[in-house]
T-cell receptor, first 114, second 112 residues
Framework: EAGVVQSPRYKIIEKKQPVAFWCNPI?????LYWYRQNLGQGPELLIR????????DSQLPKDRFSAERLKGVDSTLKIQPAELGDSAVYLC????????????FGQGTRLTVV | AQSVTQLDSQVPVFEEAPVELRCNYSSSVSVYLFWYVQYPNQGLQLLLKYLSGSTLVESINGFEAEFNKSQTSFHLRKPSVHISDTAEYFCAVWMDTDKLIFGTGTRLQVFP
């Protein structure tokens, strides 16, 4: 079984530029999460999807961040425009739809904004 | 509200020594607790979890954690660590709103 796949692994951009991250969850996992992990910190949830519906986006900075999960499978997280403080690792995770269960994480995308 | 506290940001230890990584949680409802490990330049991997039943849970690589309701703790232990255990360890609690809340992490550094 393939794990959660994220791309790119690394991204360096100048501030004010746009950037997008892509995530392909494990097959059959209806729930998808985007987390942000700042250096030396634990992951913080940005948004959670149940199929194609964003059911919790309370922590997503909506002025510059957007996400979509068309067809309830792959997901894209976008930042426009990026700021220096957005430098972090962006993690995608997925889990089965029912009950309390394990979340499986991708390797993450390390974003550096210069 | 639920939160997770990992008091030790770094734990240095010599190989073959025992180790304990501390985790405390705050919750007013039933708790479901997890330990994840993150090796350098890799994603998070589940190490072990407590959902119900026995309060002592074990992983396949020798780690164990005990759910202590009275002390609101879920400390991670290993009787003898290896160099390969060097990693960042995150304690997490599953919130009622179906999301994982993570602690700030503990970096375990094992020295030869």
């Amino acid at each position: 079984e393939a794990g959660v796949v994220q791309s790119p692994r690394y991204k360096i951009i100048e501030k004010k530029q746009p950037v997008a991250f892509w995530c392909n969850p494990i097959s059959g996992h209806n729930t998808l999460y985007w987390y942000r992990q700042n250096l030396g910190q634990g992951p913080e949830l940005l948004i959670r999807y149940e199929n194609e519906e964003a059911v919790d986006d309370s922590q997503l900075p909506k002025d510059r961040f957007s996400a979509e999960r068309l067809k309830g499978v792959d997901s894209t997280l976008k930042i426009q425009p990026a700021e220096l403080g957005d430098s972090a690792v962006y993690l995608c995770a997925s889990s089965r739809p029912t009950g309390i269960t394990e979340a499986f994480f991708g390797q993450g995308t390390r974003l550096t904004v210069v | 509200a639920q939160s997770v506290t990992q008091l030790d940001s770094q734990v240095p230890v010599f190989e073959e020594a025992p180790v304990e990584l501390r985790c405390n949680y705050s919750s007013s409802v039933s708790v479901y607790l997890f330990w994840y490990v993150q090796y350098p330049n890799q994603g998070l991997q589940l190490l072990l979890k407590y959902l119900s039943g026995s309060t002592l849970v074990e992983s396949i690589n020798g780690f164990e954690a005990e759910f202590n309701k009275s002390q609101t703790s879920f400390h991670l232990r290993k009787p003898s660590v290896h160099i390969s255990d060097t990693a960042e360890y995150f304690c997490a609690v599953w919130m009622d709103t179906d999301k994982l809340i993570f602690g700030t992490g503990t970096r375990l550094q094992v020295f030869p």
